[in-house]
């Protein structure tokens, strides 16, 4: 599998969170060449690779396939458009952003800003200050935009020095590619374990695709993989991982504490680079709503270390996408 071309054309995808059909068309693309692939309503991909053993536990691979973005909220009698977040934005990269706005036509707009000769030197403000500017006067912006329709900062995917990558919505079609990768690893190869996977919806908007997924595929056990914040210069090390030490391995009461050192076992017997995430409580990710599906669900969470979480310049080394691919198809082969 290119990985690479595989990662630009699912972050090009747009799948703002509550409207992903784009992205899920692309993820159902590249899934059905590895699995069965099938959608419901609520827009989440789902996948069943070969033929259910009953004898055996089925492991679901999952990853949210929406993106941060926003909506619009009203529209000015002279044309200029009110957005909200739809999902947790960073503000302080909204100013001056050009963006697409998804119409019955696309149109390109731009964050309105205040030059720094008018402005009174304050630099903070949140979406609420903000507009964008689309050129139009109200009535013509009326034909076009309607509200509710979503607003995406765009930005193709970009080889860095070395292996990193930067790119919108890494998070967490970095996650979807490694569980394709995972799974082209495993092609032709015997597991485990009956293998699954659900690429969910609405993650960022309260990880709502995640509940109604898991429970219609009944995983007995469940990978979750997102990505988590990697360290730039000054935050603690406590807190981030390192891009490039490879695949962060989570640790949390929500999680399955024994099924967390089972991946830190194959890890470590396999030579995979990996490093931990320990969390005090819930995990932010699908990994809390899956673990209580049903009947309970034993989850962990692997996570692809992160920079600039939640802005249109997301960054990423794709050595972890690989161990973290490496280390699920090494899991699912346990005993092979």
């Known amino acids: 599998m290119e990985l690479m071309k595989v990662l630009s054309e699912l972050c090009g995808a747009r799948g703002v969170s509550g409207n992903e059909t784009q992205a899920c068309k692309k993820a159902e693309e590249y899934l ?3 699995a069965k692939v099938s959608h419901d309503a609520f827009g989440n991909v789902y996948g069943v690779v070969g033929e259910k053993d009953d004898a055996r536990q089925t492991l679901m691979l999952e990853a ?22 739809c999902g947790g934005i960073d503000e302080r990269a ?25 402005s009174s030197g304050e630099s903070g403000f949140t979406v609420d200050d903000v507009f964008v500017d689309i050129g139009m006067t109200g009535e013509q912006a009326r034909e076009i935009v309607s509200l509710g329709d979503r607003v995406l900062v765009e930005n193709d ?12 919505a890494l998070d967490d079609r970095s996650g979807v590619a490694a569980i394709l ?43 979750a993989v997102d990505v988590s914040f990697a360290k730039t210069h000054f935050e603690s090390e406590e807190k981030c991982g390192i891009m490039g030490g490879g695949v962060m391995i989570g640790i949390a009461p ?6 967390s050192q089972e991946f830190i076992n194959t890890a470590k017997n396999s030579g995979i680079a990996w490093q931990t995430e320990v969390m005090n409580g819930k995990t932010g990710t699908d990994a809390d709503n899956i673990g209580v599906s049903r009947g309970g669900v034993k989850t962990v969470t692997l996570s692809i270390p992160l920079r600039y979480m939640h802005t249109p310049t997301e ?10 691919a490496s280390l699920i198809a090494e899991f699912a082969m346990a005993g092979e």
């Open 94 to 118: 909204l100013a001056a952003q050009q963006v697409t706005v998804l119409g019955k036509k696309e149109i390109q707009g731009v964050i309105t800003s205040v030059p720094p000769h008018l």
């Open 254 to 259: 929500s999680l399955s504490r024994e099924l």
């Open 157 to 168: 995917l970009e080889l860095m020095q070395g292996h990193c990558v930067t790119s919108k």
């Open 181 to 223: 990768l995972a799974l082209d690893k495993l092609k032709g190869r015997q597991t485990k374990y009956n293998i699954c996977v659900l690429f969910a919806s609405q993650e960022e908007t309260g990880e709502r695709g995640a509940k109604t997924g898991a429970y219609k595929l009944e995983p007995d056990i469940a990978v």
């Open 64 to 85: 949210h396939i929406d993106e941060i973005g926003y909506i619009v909220t009203y529209i000015t009698d002279d044309g200029f458009l009110k957005i909200s977040g």
């Open 315 to 324: 960054v990423i080394d794709l050595r972890d996408v690989e161990a973290t």
């Open 32 to 34: 059905s060449g590895y």
